[in-house]
C-alpha cells in the first residue's frame, strides 16, 4: 500500500520537469532483438582482496581489547543482469532491467564480521521516456533502481552493505529498494520528482523514506549545476546525543527538510579549458526531541569547495584537484542541534568518500576534510592516483562515529564524548589501474592513515597507524 501511495505522488507530479535521459543498454552481454524490443543478458563479478595492519588507528582497543587490528579477507560480487528496451515508435520507448546481486565475504573484515554474504534483487524496474512536440521530453520510472543526486553527496547509496550481507569495503549494492521518478526535460533544463525508499541491511534498517524534486542543467562541455529539495516524512534514525554516548536522539531524522545545491563547471565556459571548479552545499531543518522530552530545533550545514588543474601538454596529462569540505558538528551547551545528516551519501574517493580507511571510519558529520589528489595517465591503459586527505573533527567534544565511548577509571564507567584535539588523522592513498580492456580491470592500492592529536588521546598507548593494501579485479559481460 506504502508503494503504491508512493508510486502515485510521483505519478502526479510528472507534470514537473525532470531528467529525461534515455539510459543506453550495457555494451557487454549477449544482445538479442525481436518484436522491436532489444535485450541484453550478462554478468557482472568483482573480486577483492584486502589486507590490513592497525585497523581503526587503535581506537577498537577502547571498547574491545581482544579486537585483532591485523587481518585480511576477500569479498566477492556477482551481479547477472536483463536489461531491454522497446521501441514504441513516435519517439517512445519502454525501459527495464532487472538484475540479482550475490555477495560472499571470505575472512573477517574491518567490523569483525566473518564470512557474510547473501543473494537479493538489486535491480528491477520498468520505465517509460517519450519525446513530446517542440522539444519537451518526459520520464517515467518506478522499482528498485539506481538515483543520485549531483555527484552523491546526500542521494548516492540506495542499496546497504556490510553486516548480514557482506560487501563493506567495496559497496557494491546501490540500488533504492524503490525509487519513482517522474516529470519533463526541455534543452539542457531537467527536474526530477521522486520518492526514495533505501534498500537497508535489516539489521541496521532505520525506517527511512526521502521524497523531493530536484532541478539539473547539464551542459558536456561547460558542466552541471543543480538544486534539490528534500524531506524526509518518516525515519526512526537515532541521532547521537551530547551528553553521553547513550544520550541518543530517537526519530532524530525524522521530518527532515534539505536543501541541496551542486554546481561542477569545466573551463569557465571556454576561457580556462584546463581549471575545473566545484561548490555544493547542503541546509537541514527539523526538530529534535531529547530524552527527556524537551524538542529543540535542529540547524545543520555541510559544503564543498575545490578547484583542479589538468596540464593536458605534460608528459602524462596530470591533473591536480584540491578540495575543502566541512560538515556540522552539535555545538556543546547550546539548545539547538547542529550535526549535519550525510543521508545516503557515497561515489568513491574523488567525491564523498574521505580516504580509503576513513570512507570506513567517518560519517561526514562533525568533520573537516582537506583533500589533495594527483591523477596521472600513462597510457590509455593505466592511470595513477595519489591523495592526501586530512580529516579534522568540526566540533570538540561533540560526537563522531568515533571518539565516542565508555572507558574505565578506577573501576568506574566514564562517558567519552568527541575529542579534545580537532586533528584527526592524515592519509595517503596510491592507486594504480591497469583497463586489459573495457569490460576487465584490475586497481590496486596501498593507503597508510595516521592518528592525529584527537585519535591519539583516545587510544593512550594503543594508537598506532593504519595501513590497508587492496586489490580488485572487475569482469564485466
Known sequence: MQRALALALVLALAA????????????????FAAGGADWVVGIDANLYYYAMRGTWWGLASLAAPDFDTDRSYAELWLMPRVDARWDLGGGQR?????????????????????????????QAWLGWQGDLSEGWRAELSAGSQDFMLGTGMLIYAGGGNGAEWGNAASSKRTAWRFAGVAGLAYGELNARAFWLDPNEVPSLDTGTRIAGVALDWTNARDGKAGLAYLWVPESNYAYPGSAAP??????????????????ELTGLFGAMPALSLRAEFALERSEVTRINGQRDPLRAGAGYLGASWWFRTLPFAPKLTYGYAYFSGDKPGTTTYERFDPLYWGNGLDNWWFGANGAYGFLNSNLKFQRVTLDAFLS???????????????????????GQAVRFAAGQAVPTVGVDSSHLTDEWTLQAVHVFQPSVVFSAYVTHSRPGAGFRDLAGAQSQSWTTIGMGLTLSY
Open 246 to 263: 547513550f544520550a541518543f536522539i530517537l526519530d532524530g531524522r525524522d521530518g527532515m527538510r534539505v536543501l541541496h545545491g551542486w554546481s
Open 94 to 122: 519502454l525501459r527495464g532491467g532487472l538484475s540479482l546481486g550475490i555477495t560472499q565475504d571470505v575472512g573477517s573484515n574491518a567490523f569483525d564480521e566473518r564470512n557474510q554474504g547473501t543473494a537479493r534483487l538489486e
Open 380 to 402: 590509455p591503459q593505466d592511470i595513477l592516483k595519489l591523495q592526501f586527505v586530512r580529516a579534522d573533527a568540526a566540533q570538540l567534544n561533540s560526537p563522531i562515529q568515533f
Open 16 to 31: 514537473l520537469p525532470t531528467a529525461a535521459q534515455d539510459r543506453p543498454l550495457p555494451s557487454s552481454g549477449l544482445r
